[in-house]
């Protein structure tokens, strides 16, 4: 039950552990009609489940997380690294580990220990490369159901998620209203706009350009490296704001007094783009940025987050929901926010909603802050 | 004195014409320091110049535009086209032809036949490339003024041009302010931010990791297309707006009524960038790319535009201004043409400002628009 994938991430977790499902023939069927097993999800907990098996809250990471929620971690490539929500999640924090279980699971399609298309297709033999079969965020979240029921959780004390994360929380929301007695997405959307989608595509026909791709089949020789960092770029600047750039980088030279009058780069913000870029080709890998993308285009809950409570399902305890929008986020903007807002209340939902002024961007979430923090704390412990 | 370059548009225009000036050893020098010679510019002019060699207003076109700024021309690869901004310009129009006099010059480093990186290079008898110099929007606009001059113009009624072309605009402005009378700079900005620079740089990096680029030496071989569609992809967004978007493409699909869970585009917004990609291959240099790109990150007229007016300078007849911006323009939003307002303002000059409400991003300027039309026409013709 817990082999590991063939992709072994170059991290080296302490309490890392792996859930295997879905043993050929017994595959799970995917939204596509396509069918995938065996299937591993990488996990980490944090904190204890109680008796009644009802403090659990599972923390959904966005695009390219992972399962590092909390704690320390060491890479090889960058030292020792706290977890990507390590200021929330932890004893006494936002998220208390001393009265919840929380899980971090890492998704289903990526490359940090979950199976995904750089795992071993058990048909082949070698990594699936493009044969791995298009994926959902329902799909994601029908495998995370399968590891908390495996983890023995009766229901989930709540789910919470910024970007990527906030639509796998409303897709428990709409798959599972029962499961989840709270929700928190932070900085995200019903669906994708237009705009969201057209940089996802340019990333994706990024990727797609360098010959290195080879339409997918890659492992084992040269990686599609330069085009991987120019998706990256697209997706970094997505995150940011123009505020938070003015008074970061603004005109500032790298190393220079004088312009180079070269294609080297000059400005800062270049450096940071090309750094950021390099970077993540040396942990993340290009067929999951593609399949992880296309799972986010294709999410919409619209129509079934209005119809959440069907007939006669109104005496049921209901999920608390907790919507929170940046004032700069304008990859999922606020005026996304609030429509998700308005759709919950015209179903009868619960729903509470903030705004933070903050501005750098849709990645706020991902920045210690303890208006956040507070909201986070309150909501949760609020429940009980 | 009309020597065409050695790369050819495939455009076939009634009336493009080409200056070549600078022959070497005469050669000019460039802001950089670098030497140029010959340089030609293709430019196209359209009403007739007066006795007294002052109804000229000099149009000047946005980053990837051309001399074809009104009329009608043929393309070998989309047949008749319209010039870009032919509902501005012509007969009884906005910029009223039977009036004025209007050149249009296509752009230093440009490929459409004015002197750029695809030009050959006379010391080497082969294209620039990458030997070709580095060059500003000052370098542009000093082009521009040896053209005035040769038509023999004495002072010019007016320059205009929207987003890069607004550039030159105000360059103009602060380098030769006694010979413009008057200056409408739309959609444009004093300096690049570094979300600005951002893009242009993702736009670049995409064109330099396409094999093909071969350090800019592609001429007679393979193109960079895949990494200058990207390129173009980029751009394009920057150019629109997230309603406007909205409105046109939604989450639309492209003839299919189902998600195709491939690869191949399923939303609309996502086929239209990819021929905005393949469409722009056909006509753009990827080199002219790069070099425009740097020249207007560099672009930074603030301090200059500070001190127009320099001690004694006061008794002339000053420079009037006008300001245009959108409310949905993200790329130079109207909180930048405020900034140039208030410059103008502080500088003593004559400035008008208009932000026009709609929701079309960026190039709003090329689309056809009354309000635009009247507000141009009123400031030309207030002027006599």
């Not at 399968?146 to 004390?157: E, F, Q």
């Not at 907790?322 to 996304?336: E, H, K, N, R």
């Amino acid at each position: 039950m817990s082999t590991p994938v063939s992709h072994q991430p170059t991290l080296q977790p302490i309490v890392k552990e792996y859930y295997t499902f879905a043993e050929p023939p017994a595959e799970i069927t995917l939204e596509s009609g396509a069918r995938l097993g065996p299937v591993t999800l990488a996990y980490e907990t944090f904190g204890n489940l109680n008796a009644a098996r009802d403090n659990a809250i599972l923390v959904a990471h966005a695009f390219s997380g992972d399962s590092h929620a909390a704690g320390h971690y060491t890479t090889d490539s960058e030292g020792e690294k706290p977890g990507w929500w390590n200021f929330m999640i932890g004893p006494g924090k936002g998220i208390d580990t001393d009265k919840y279980f929380v899980v971090c699971p890492n998704i289903l399609g990526s490359c940090m220990g979950s199976t995904g298309p750089s795992s071993i297709n058990p048909a082949t033999g070698k990594p699936y490369g493009l044969n791995f079969p298009m994926m959902t965020i329902g799909d994601i979240v029908t495998t995370q159901k399968t590891l908390v029921d495996h983890l023995g959780i009766k229901r989930l004390h709540g789910v919470i998620g910024g970007s990527v994360g906030g639509m796998q929380v409303l897709e428990w929301c709409v798959r599972y209203p029962e499961f989840v007695r709270a929700a928190v997405a932070i900085a995200t959307t019903m669906r994708h706009s237009a705009l969201a989608i057209a940089f996802n595509e340019i990333a994706r026909q990024a990727i797609m350009a360098d010959p290195n791709w080879n339409k997918g089949n890659y492992y084992g020789s040269n990686k599609p490296d330069l085009g991987l960092a120019v998706a990256r770029m697209v997706g970094h600047v997505t995150y940011l704001s123009d505020q938070a750039m003015r008074r970061k980088f603004g005109r500032k030279l790298q190393d220079k007094e004088t312009f180079s009058f070269g294609f080297d780069g000059d400005f800062q913000i270049e450096s940071y783009l090309r750094h950021q870029g390099s970077k993540f080709v040396n942990r993340f890998d290009a067929n999951s940025v593609l399949y992880i993308t296309k799972a986010s285009d294709y999410f919409d809950v619209v129509d079934r987050m209005g119809r959440i409570e069907g007939p006669g399902n109104n005496t049921r305890e209901k999920t608390k929901h907790l919507v929170i929008s940046y004032t700069s986020d304008w990859l999922y903007p606020t005026y996304q926010a609030k429509e998700l807002v308005q759709t919950l209340k015209r179903s009868g939902q619960d729903v509470s909603f903030c705004e933070i002024e903050a501005d750098c961007g849709h990645d706020a979430f991902l920045i210690p802050d303890e208006r956040l923090t507070t909201l986070i704390r309150g909501f949760f412990d609020g429940l009980s």
